[in-house]
């Protein structure tokens, strides 16, 4: 078997998370928590499309982990941020670290918004 160090660019993996939490770096955040290749910070939620529309210019995926069962953004979300041409991929938050640890070993443009479990 051949084991090969993944080196993850400026963008932390996550390393973990909980009920209401995300460690992140070595980090642990509470609550909802946006990810990307700038750094992370913290996130209202749903209501807080401005925060999102914000990583538009710097990834070509966002992925939205929405708790610990997958569920649909309000209609409102989605299409504001379809508008503005922000590729978005909605999952349960736990398969969401998942994806975004793999892709950003690959090196992608990506970003991930994260609800706690």
């Known amino acids: ?21 995300f460690r992140v770096g070595g980090e642990v955040h509470q609550g909802p928590l946006i ?6 910070r913290g996130w209202s939620g749903y209501d807080d499309a401005e925060a999102l529309l914000t990583l538009a210019q710097d990834v070509d995926v966002l992925f939205i982990g929405t708790g610990a069962e997958i569920a649909h953004l309000p209609e409102p979300l989605r299409n504001t941020l379809e508008k503005a041409g922000l590729g978005v991929e909605i999952m349960a938050s736990p398969a969401a670290c998942r994806t975004y640890n793999v892709l950003l070993s690959e090196g ?4 991930l918004a994260l609800i706690p479990v």
Do not use: H, Q, S
């Open 1 to 21: 078997m051949r084991l090969n160090e993944i080196t993850y660019t400026d963008a932390k993996p996550i390393e973990g998370y909980g009920p209401g939490f």
């Open 108 to 111: 992608r443009r990506i970003a």
């Open 35 to 40: 990810v990307g290749p700038t750094g992370m």
